[in-house]
């Protein structure tokens, strides 16, 4: 992350499971990348192309983007205070790792490597 922080890492059964209904899409077969976004969030942009990069590359792995306004519920329930914040999740739809603001491409990637 660019001065944003670490990676925060969460243990496999400390968190609920997300599914089609909360994502508005399908999980991926290995992973998830759950994006976080806003309307007028600049980096928003980027981790947007940064994750569709990620996804496509990577067998599996699915990126769903959220708006974050229009999901009010969904950002409460999960304590998402800033976008972009972006959660991976395993195949089951358990949050491993999380980060905000808009994260490097090889730490996407590295990050994965928790999920799958």
Known sequence: MRGEGEWRVRGRDDGRRLGAAE???????????????????????????????VAA?????????????????????????RTPTVLVLDAEGREVRRATGQPRKADVIAALG???
């Open 23 to 53: 994502l508005g899409g399908e999980r991926g077969e290995r992973a998830t990348l759950v994006q976080f976004s806003s309307a007028f969030c600049a980096p928003c942009r980027a981790t947007r192309r940064i994750l569709g990069e």
């Open 57 to 81: 590359m990577v067998p599996g792995v699915t990126h769903v983007e959220i708006d974050a306004e229009a999901r009010l519920d969904l950002v409460r329930e999960l304590r998402v205070v």
């Open 114 to 116: 928790e999920a799958v």
